[in-house]
């Protein structure tokens, strides 16, 4: 089955610096990227995805980048806030009605 | 619309016990997921219902887990009997067909 890897586990950087989270997965049949938010004690949020016939997404500070040949994707956010202080995790999917396969996270601290 | 409805939100039991968690899907979500995430590690995944089906059931730790979603609508996860292994955050999430996820709040199952 699938399996994704997420680094780091933990990443601290100071408010208006940017935050980079690297993913991998290992079924080169998936082909949808999805990113979510878990803010302490609620429920995970999508922020961004991407499908594997785009090589990157932008959304305001927000944007992710696959590459296919590596297996791999990343998630960047640019002039980080406090508020984007939470955890974040990578997923991925071969879409359809096929499961989604989560990363193990990613705890974002924003210093003010 | 509404979202995905979890409930209870906590649950305290003792080794040994049953308890019953129930998710309710929006409405017209085909797929409807189970996942736990125990503290700090992966949002890992559980089952995956398609409709009343189970298309899915890879991640279901052990027999004393069962999972039922009957006429397709809402779904309940029964622990039987309860081992403190299985403390976590139990996420309930439905999506359509190649559809982000979306997710409920959780239910914090803590077992003593």
């Known amino acids: 089955g699938e399996n994704v890897e997420q680094h780091p586990s933990t990443l601290s950087v100071q408010e208006g610096d940017s935050a980079v989270i690297k993913c991998t997965y290992s079924?080169?049949?998936?082909?949808?990227f999805p990113w979510y938010k878990q803010e302490l004690g609620k429920r995970p949020q999508l922020i961004i995805d991407i499908r594997s016939n785009v090589g990157e997404k932008k959304d305001q500070r927000i944007a992710v980048t696959l590459n296919k040949t590596a297996k791999h994707f990343s998630l960047h956010i640019t002039e980080t806030q406090p508020e984007d202080s939470a955890v974040y995790f990578c997923a991925a999917s071969k879409g359809g009605y096929q499961k989604v396969t989560f990363g193990t996270g990613t705890k974002l601290q924003v210093i003010p | 619309e509404a979202g995905v409805t979890q409930f209870p939100s906590h649950s305290v039991i003792e080794k040994g016990q049953t308890v019953t968690l129930r998710c309710d899907p929006i409405s017209g979500h085909d797929n409807l997921y189970w996942y736990r995430r125990v503290m700090g590690k992966e949002i890992k995944f559980l089952l995956h219902?398609?409709?009343?089906?189970?298309?899915?059931e890879s991640g279901m730790p052990n027999n004393r887990f069962l999972a039922e979603r009957t006429g397709g609508t809402y779904s309940t996860l029964k622990v039987q009997p309860a081992e403190l292994e299985d403390s976590g955050v139990y996420f309930c999430a439905s999506s359509l067909q190649g559809a982000p996820l979306h997710f409920g709040n959780g239910t914090r199952l803590t077992v003593t």
């Open positions: 079924d080169s049949a998936s082909n949808y």
């Open positions: 219902f398609v409709k009343e089906s189970k298309q899915d």
